[in-house]
T-cell receptor, first 110, second 116 residues
Framework: DAGITQSPRHKVTETGTPVTLRCHQTENHRYMYWYRQDPGHGLRLIHYSYGVKDTDKGEVSDGYSVSRSKTEDFLLTLESATSSQTSVYFC?????????FGPGTRLTVL | GENVEQHPSTLSVQEGDSAVIKCTYSDSASNYFPWYKQELGKRPQLIIDIRSNVGEKKDQRIAVTLNKTAKHFSLHITETQPEDSAVYFCAASRGNYGGSQGNLIFGKGTKLSVKP
């Protein structure tokens, strides 16, 4: 499983509250990614990182921010959660051309 | 930008039959094409991949073919078994170029059901 963990695994929150999801890797990979998965949309890239403090936007970045202060941790923050951000969030690491996914976080925004 | 279309969205086969899932991509610079399998409630897992310098790759009962001219690639599963039931995603990327890693663009997925 490429040494990737995500926390929390499940979260229920209310509209307007801030939420931070954490992705942790143990293999020192340079590239890390955050995706969201919704029925009918497949996997869509939110943000990615190519090193400590180096991040860039993906396809669906509005309403999300990220930070990477250490190689092993990539944080995804919803500054003010909305119901449209209810989704399953997957973190991934890049190893060569290939990406390997974490176990996912199911987020529900009421 | 890059777009990946995947068909069909659902596929039902009898155990022992073959299943074929097709994807087309728009970026002619794409050179890396992985396939992921996702079981219910689990993470997507890489099952096979192919690079643009190869036309076909096999791994036991699964194979992937690539037609660069037509910009499409396909996943073939032979002798399907109930445990093959899952959602399958194709993806495309430019791979590693200029020292950076190309981002994956995913198809929307195919739900495969294998009936015993």
């Amino acid at each position: 499983d490429a040494g990737i963990t995500q926390s929390p695994r499940h979260k229920v929150t209310e509209t307007g509250t801030p939420v931070t999801l954490r992705c942790h890797q143990t293999e020192n990979h340079r590239y890390m990614y955050w995706y969201r998965q919704d029925p009918g949309h497949g996997l869509r890239l939110i943000h990615y990182s190519y090193g400590v403090k180096d991040t860039d936007k993906g396809e669906v970045s509005d309403g999300y921010s990220v930070s990477r202060s250490k190689t092993e941790d990539f944080l995804l923050t919803l500054e003010s959660a909305t119901s449209s951000q209810t989704s399953v969030y997957f973190c991934a690491i890049g190893r060569g051309d290939t990406q390997y996914f974490g176990p996912g976080t199911r987020l529900t925004v009421l | 930008g890059e777009n990946v279309e995947q068909h069909p969205s659902t596929l039902s086969v009898q155990e022992g039959d073959s299943a074929v899932i097709k994807c087309t991509y728009s970026d002619s610079a794409s050179n890396y094409f992985p396939w992921y399998k996702q079981e219910l409630g689990k993470r997507p897992q890489l099952i096979i991949d192919i690079r643009s310098n190869v036309g076909e790759k096999k791994d036991q009962r699964i194979a992937v073919t690539l037609n660069k001219t037509a910009k499409h690639f396909s996943l073939h599963i032979t002798e399907t078994q109930p445990e093959d039931s899952a959602v399958y995603f194709c993806a495309a990327s430019r791979g590693n170029y200029g020292g950076s890693q190309g981002n994956l663009i995913f198809g929307k997925g195919t739900k495969l059901s294998v009936k015993p």
